[in-house]
């Protein structure tokens, strides 16, 4: 009887959480996680690998579209911190964490999150250019309340402290971050080769949106990296 409850409440459970508003589409998407520490690339020339690579999977028959990313949703991974919003008073330290994730251009394209203000990060948001950032609506709700957060800036913790300056371009359609039980936390998204550090990190996410069955690209996939 009581494994026969359990199983039960566990059905509903998923049954639930099949229903759950993800704020992302899952089906007909390839993940692909790149490691490339053991190859013997320079630190310096990971930003272009990574690059290459992602233009090379936007080539593979099959695939309508892909991007790069520090963390895919739901994968295990998070990247947590601190900002602090330019023109407002100080809050205090756990009013101001928030959830951060560093994306190429074509990122919510590919997973279907839709912007709901403002532009996207294009090719032209290098590391060299002026610092941008996208918002997600709990971020907005919080620091902004019904006021419009585009061209507002503010600053995100860095290893010595808060780092440059960077504005807000685009305000994306909240999306569940780590876990499908709990509501999307406020989330800051930065250009990848924007985030300190650039793409340093010798790990990075592939997401592909593939025509058909995401197994039939796979071969494809193996041969472009």
Same mark, same amino acid.
């Given at each position: 009887m009581?494994?026969?409850?359990?199983a039960g409440?566990m059905?509903r459970?998923?049954?639930s959480?099949?229903?759950?508003?993800?704020?992302?589409r899952t089906?007909?998407?390839l993940?692909?996680n790149?490691d490339?520490?053991?190859?013997k690339?320079a630190p310096? #020339?990971?930003?272009g690998?990574?690059?290459?690579?992602?233009? #090379?999977?936007?080539?593979?028959?099959g695939v309508q579209?892909?991007s790069?990313s520090d963390i895919?949703?739901?994968?295990?991974?998070a990247?947590?911190g601190?900002?602090?919003?330019?023109?407002?008073?100080?809050? /205090?330290?756990?009013?101001k964490?928030?959830w951060s994730?560093?994306?190429?251009?074509?990122?919510?394209?590919?997973?279907g999150?839709?912007l709901?203000a403002?532009?996207?990060f294009a090719l032209?948001?290098?590391a060299?250019?002026p /610092?941008?950032?996208?918002?997600?609506?709990?971020?907005?709700?919080?620091?902004?309340?019904?006021?419009?957060?585009?061209g #507002?800036?503010?600053?995100m913790?860095a290893a010595?402290?808060?780092? /440059?300056? #960077?504005?807000i371009?685009?305000v994306a359609r909240?999306?569940?971050y780590r876990?499908?039980r709990s509501?999307? /936390?406020a989330?800051?998204?930065v250009?990848l080769p924007q985030?300190e550090?650039?793409f340093?990190r010798?790990e990075?996410s592939y997401e592909?949106?593939v025509?058909?069955s995401?197994a039939?690209?796979?071969?494809?996939?193996?041969?472009a990296v």
């Amino acid at each position: 009887m009581v494994l026969v409850a359990g199983a039960g409440l566990m059905l509903r459970t998923l049954r639930s959480l099949s229903s759950v508003n993800l704020g992302f589409r899952t089906s007909g998407i390839l993940v692909v996680n790149a490691d490339l520490a053991r190859t013997k690339v320079a630190p310096d #020339r990971l930003d272009g690998l990574k690059q290459q690579i992602l233009d #090379r999977l936007r080539a593979v028959p099959g695939v309508q579209s892909a991007s790069a990313s520090d963390i895919t949703p739901i994968g295990g991974r998070a990247w947590m911190g601190y900002v602090r919003i330019e023109g407002q008073a100080e809050r /205090p330290g756990g009013d101001k964490q928030v959830w951060s994730n560093a994306l190429s251009d074509g990122y919510f394209e590919t997973l279907g999150t839709p912007l709901i203000a403002g532009r996207d990060f294009a090719l032209r948001d290098s590391a060299s250019a002026p /610092p941008v950032v996208i918002v997600n609506e709990t971020f907005v709700h919080r620091f902004f309340g019904k006021l419009s957060p585009l061209g #507002r800036s503010l600053r995100m913790m860095a290893a010595s402290g808060y780092g /440059p300056s #960077r504005e807000i371009v685009g305000v994306a359609r909240d999306a569940k971050y780590r876990s499908l039980r709990s509501d999307a /936390p406020a989330t800051v998204y930065v250009p990848l080769p924007q985030k300190e550090g650039g793409f340093l990190r010798a790990e990075v996410s592939y997401e592909l949106r593939v025509a058909g069955s995401p197994a039939a690209v796979v071969k494809g996939v193996d041969e472009a990296v």
